[in-house]
């Protein structure tokens, strides 16, 4: 079994651009596909980024995901910082058939 | 469009039991492989349970294993969660959820709202 890290909280202001890592405690990133998950207070969580580096449809191209091997760990870049933006992420992959999620981590835009 | 749609969550004591349902539309049910995710106040997300688009494959978090048990019914696009010997820490949001593809793990599409279920005597 692994866990994925990621930090409690990041701030940034608008305009400007934040990166949330997510770091898996054993076997390869790059095993299986990291999602990352944004959610707003009260409600259920959406995705920005699936298949490690996929944008939805409707996800602002502000929104990026990338993996690397070397810190085992994959991120999220959020460019062009928007109020909006302010809400908790989640990174989540697989392993074997079980899910796990990262902690999550607050996102301040001041 | 797609809709998930929770339902059955309430107060119970622990050592209860409750059954939470999840009904779908707007995609074919039977296609896809679904999940429970579960959220305690003020926590991040757990994930719970998932289920194999015919049953065939049925997994679960160690915290629950043995005491709960997911189930579908294709005929009636629904998606089930039966949860016994209940613990306060079993107090959270639970949330149905589909998976992206009919095939391969690549996360959750479509979430429900959530039903509260809270454990306390």
């Known amino acids: 079994n692994f866990m994925l890290t990621q930090p409690h909280s990041v701030s940034e202001s608008p305009g400007k651009t934040v990166t949330i890592s997510c770091t898996r405690s054993?076997?390869?990133?790059?095993?299986?596909?990291v999602q990352w998950y944004q959610q707003r207070p009260g409600s259920a969580p959406t995705t920005v980024i699936y298949e490690d580096n996929q944008r939805p449809s409707g996800v602002p191209d502000r929104f990026s995901g990338s993996i690397d091997s070397s810190s085992n760990s994959a991120s999220l870049t959020i460019s062009g910082l928007k109020t909006e933006d302010e809400a908790d992420y989640y990174c989540q992959s697989y392993d074997s058939s079980n899910v796990v999620f990262g902690g999550g981590t607050k996102l301040t835009v001041l | 469009e797609v809709q998930l749609v929770e339902s059955g969550g309430g107060l119970v004591k622990p050592g209860g039991s409750l059954r939470l349902s999840c009904a779908a539309s707007g995609f074919t049910f039977s296609s896809y492989s679904m999940n429970w995710v579960r959220q305690a106040p003020g926590k991040g997300l757990e994930w719970v349970s998932s289920?194999?688009?015919?049953?065939?494959?049925?997994y679960y978090a160690d915290s629950v294993k043995g005491r709960f048990t997911i189930s579908r019914d294709n005929a009636k696009n629904s998606l089930y969660l039966q949860m016994n010997s209940l613990r306060a820490e079993d107090t959270a949001v639970y949330y149905c959820?589909?998976?992206?593809?009919?095939?391969?793990?690549?996360?959750?599409?479509?979430w429900g709202q959530g039903t509260l279920v809270t454990v306390s005597s």
């Open positions: 054993s076997g390869s990133i790059a095993s299986n596909y």
């Open positions: 959820a589909r998976d992206r593809y009919p095939y391969g793990d690549s996360g959750f599409d479509y």
């Open positions: 289920i194999s688009s015919s049953s065939s494959y049925i």
